[in-house]
C-alpha cells in the first residue's frame, strides 16, 4: 500500500478550473497588445515573495500557468512559511513563451496575495490559540468574496483553521432573521429538520441562554452564542453542557479577532468562528519576473 501524502489540491472539485478560466476572460477579453510586444520567445521568470507568510495557492498557479503552455518549478511546499529576511525569496521558476508568461502574471499574482494573506492570518490564529491549550475549531465564515470562495476556503484550510460550511447547502444554519421570519426558534428548527434529513446538522443563532435552551430542545445540534463578552459566553456554554451533554456543539462568534482570541477560549467552547479570517486580510506581497 502506497503511503499517504498531503496535498491540498485533491479537495478541489470537478470542474473548479472553471473558475481560474472566468479570470482569464475578465483580464484579456480581446486582443492581448502587450504579448503581441513581447512574442513568443521562450523565457524564464522567478516567482519572488516579498514578504513573510505562509505559501498558498500552488494548485490554482499551476492550472493558470498551465492553461498558457508554460510550466511551474516549486521551491517550497504548499503552506510552507515564507521568510523573506534577505529581502525577498525565491518561490518558483516558471518557463514558457513570453506573451504566455505575462498574460498569466497577474492572475497569479493577485491569487497568490489572497491566498496567502488569508493563509498567514489562519495560521497566526491557530498558533495564538495553541498557546492557551485550546482544543476546539477557530472556523471562517461565509464572508468571503464573490466568486472567490473556493480560493479563500482553500486558504483557510492551508492555514491550519476550520473552512466552517462552505455555502448555504453545507449546514442548515438558522440566523436572526430566518427566527423572525418564521416566528420563533423551535418552529424554524421544526421546518429545517422536516427537509434537511439527518444528514445535515441544524446551527442557531442565539443572543442569550434561553434562546440556546430553546434550540437545543427542538433539535438544534449546534448553538451559536452570537456577540457573547467572553465571560458571559464561558459560563452559558458551560450551563448548556452540563444541562443538555456533551453532544451539543457551541459555537462561539461576532466580535471575535486575533487580539482577543485567546479571551474566547474554553473547552466548553467547541468553535470559535472570526469573519476576520477573510474579511480586511492583509495580502502578501509576490512579483514575477522575466530573468534577463
Not at 46 to 66: A, H
Not at 98 to 125: C, F, K, P
Not at 150 to 155: D, G, M, P
Amino acid at each position: 500500500m502506497s503511503e499517504w501524502v498531503l496535498d491540498y489540491s485533491r479537495l478541489l472539485p470537478v470542474g473548479w478550473e472553471a473558475t481560474v478560466d472566468q479570470w482569464f476572460q475578465e483580464d484579456a477579453p480581446s486582443f492581448d497588445y502587450g504579448g503581441f510586444v513581447v512574442g513568443g520567445k521562450q523565457d524564464q521568470a522567478i516567482l519572488w515573495c516579498k514578504q513573510n507568510g505562509v505559501l498558498c495557492g500552488r494548485p490554482f498557479v499551476d492550472y493558470i500557468f498551465k492553461r498558457l503552455d508554460c510550466t511551474v518549478t516549486w521551491h517550497f511546499e504548499e503552506g510552507a512559511f515564507l521568510d523573506v529576511a534577505g529581502g525577498r525569496l525565491k518561490v518558483a521558476t516558471v518557463n514558457g513563451p513570453a506573451n504566455r508568461l505575462l498574460l498569466g502574471e497577474r492572475n497569479a499574482l493577485n491569487l497568490m496575495a489572497r491566498a496567502a494573506g488569508i493563509a498567514t492570518r489562519a495560521r497566526q490564529v491557530s498558533d495564538l490559540v495553541k498557546t492557551v491549550n485550546y482544543k476546539g475549531a477557530v472556523a471562517g465564515t461565509r464572508k468571503t468574496t464573490p466568486g472567490f470562495r473556493i480560493v479563500e476556503k482553500y486558504a483557510l484550510i492551508v492555514g491550519g483553521c476550520d473552512p466552517h460550511r462552505y455555502d448555504l447547502s453545507s449546514m442548515i444554519m438558522l440566523k436572526d432573521n430566518h427566527i423572525w421570519s418564521s416566528g420563533s426558534i423551535t418552529e424554524a428548527v421544526r421546518r429545517a429538520k422536516s427537509v434537511g434529513g439527518f444528514a445535515l446538522k441544524v446551527e442557531v443563532e442565539c443572543q442569550n441562554q434561553a434562546e440556546a435552551e430553546e434550540a437545543i430542545q427542538a433539535g438544534a445540534n449546534i448553538v451559536m452564542l452570537d456577540n457573547f463578552k467572553p465571560e458571559l459566553l464561558k459560563t452559558t456554554a458551560k450551563a448548556l453542557k452540563q444541562k443538555f451533554g456533551p453532544h451539543i456543539i457551541v459555537e462561539a462568534s461576532g466580535g471575535i479577532t486575533s487580539d482577543n482570541v485567546c479571551e474566547y477560549c474554553s473547552d466548553d467552547v467547541d468553535v470559535i468562528s472570526m469573519g476576520s479570517l477573510t474579511q480586511g486580510v492583509p495580502h502578501i506581497d509576490f512579483s514575477l519576473k522575466i530573468v534577463h
